[in-house]
């Protein structure tokens, strides 16, 4: 089993940013693929970015905004958000991927989540 344990949620205003962390440990063996999904308040869980052996992959409204990266020798992936808007607000979650997949709508493993709130 992988555990993914997240951090660096809070409250924020408008235009601001923010950084989460998520770092996996376990059995991890091989490569997985991690990344971020979040769900708003009465909405389904989306996803956000993801960084997979094929590359990364957004989804439209972070564009140009949110940023992943990851160490791999620390099994950490970040997510850095920039000009966040009330919208952005949700809960976020860390998410990887079954060894070296990269499809995003099969999670193998999810984290607990953290709370983004951004304020107008």
């Known amino acids: 089993q992988v555990q993914l344990v997240e951090s660096g949620g809070g409250l924020v205003q408008a235009g601001g940013s923010l950084r989460l962390s998520c770092a996996a440990s376990?059995?991890?063996?091989?490569?997985?693929?991690m990344g971020w999904f979040r769900q708003a308040p009465g909405k389904e869980r989306e996803f956000v970015i993801g960084?997979?052996?094929?590359?990364?992959k957004y989804t439209d409204s972070v564009k140009g905004r949110f940023t992943a990266s990851r160490d791999n020798a620390k099994n950490t992936v970040y997510l850095q958000m920039n000009s966040l808007k009330p919208e952005d607000t949700a809960v976020y979650y860390c998410?990887?991927?079954?060894?070296?997949?990269?499809?995003?709508?099969?999670?193998?493993?999810w984290g607990k989540g953290t709370l983004v709130t951004v304020s107008s």
């Open positions: 376990g059995r991890i063996s091989g490569y997985y693929a």
């Open positions: 960084i997979s052996w094929t590359g990364t």
């Open positions: 998410a990887a991927l079954a060894p070296y997949s990269s499809n995003w709508s099969d999670v193998r493993y």
